[in-house]
């Protein structure tokens, strides 16, 4: 999909749809889907993440909202993903099937990757 059709897509004025357009409109990678899944899939692996994030203490923006109304919409949809350069957050995109509209989005943060020393991983400077 098309950089500038996924943010004409991303109109909501809720706070996972603030953040991916700003995220997107800044240089973000995306990707979505190109094959539909059954929504009850979609909710099932969602719902199930959630509650994992929930037991290491991450309230994920939007992402108990995003179940339910990919639950409600009841038809397959497309999934996506918009991903910053500094790969700090990750945002979560459900989409119609035919990628037309957006059905919801939700957001998290990303763990921290530490990386050894460079010297540890035999880089420039290494003895």
């Not at 899939?41 to 959630?50: D, I, K, N, P, Q």
Request: net charge neutral.
């Amino acid at each position: 999909m098309e950089r500038h059709v996924l943010e004409s897509l991303l109109t909501g004025d809720d706070e996972a749809s603030v953040t991916a357009l700003a995220t997107l409109r800044s240089g973000a990678t995306h990707w979505v889907a190109d094959k539909a899944q059954p929504a009850g899939v979609h909710a099932g692996v969602f719902r199930g993440r959630l509650q994992r994030m929930r037991m290491h203490g991450l309230e994920p923006l939007g992402l108990e909202r995003a179940v339910r109304l990919v639950l409600e919409h009841g038809r397959p949809g497309r999934t996506g993903l918009i991903d910053p350069v500094d790969r700090t957050w990750t945002t979560l995109l459900f989409l119609t099937e035919d990628g037309s509209a957006l059905l919801a989005c939700a957001g998290w943060p990303l763990p921290l990757v530490k990386k050894p020393p460079l010297e540890e991983r035999g880089g420039e400077g290494a003895p």
